[in-house]
């Protein structure tokens, strides 16, 4: 399994514009691809130098060659939607992860 992580650091101004449109149209979008299984998105709780709310977002994949396949076919795309929509109010940058274990509490408390 593999994550596409993108972190996102977006304007104040902007931020409740682009959170809706994360949840209602981007995230959407990208699991309609088919390429991924799920996605959690996150707010980042620090308070960065340079202003800005900082969110998380992990989409879950199945391979190293279905994310390359994300990159090629859909990733253009949907990159420049955000770019027309968000312009310069916003700085993002991606992580690829491989999940080497995923473990669970026994404890109902979580």
Do not use: C
């Not at 992580?5 to 304007?11: A, H, L």
């Not at 902007?14 to 699991?31: D, G, R, Y």
């Not at 279905?66 to 990733?75: P, S, V």
């Amino acid at each position: 399994m593999f994550i596409y992580n993108v972190t996102v650091n977006i304007d104040e101004s902007k931020q409740k514009e682009w959170l809706n449109w994360m949840k209602e149209t981007h995230i959407p979008a990208m699991l309609a691809t088919g390429k991924f299984s799920q996605a959690k998105m996150s707010r980042v709780l620090i308070n960065e130098d340079m202003g800005g709310v900082t969110y998380a977002i992990q989409y879950t994949t199945d391979s190293y060659e279905t994310l390359e396949k994300y990159y090629k076919e859909d990733a253009p795309k949907l990159r420049e939607e955000s770019l027309k929509l968000f312009k310069d109010k916003f700085v993002a940058f991606r992580t690829e992860l491989k999940v080497i274990s995923n473990q669970f509490s026994v404890s109902s408390k979580n």
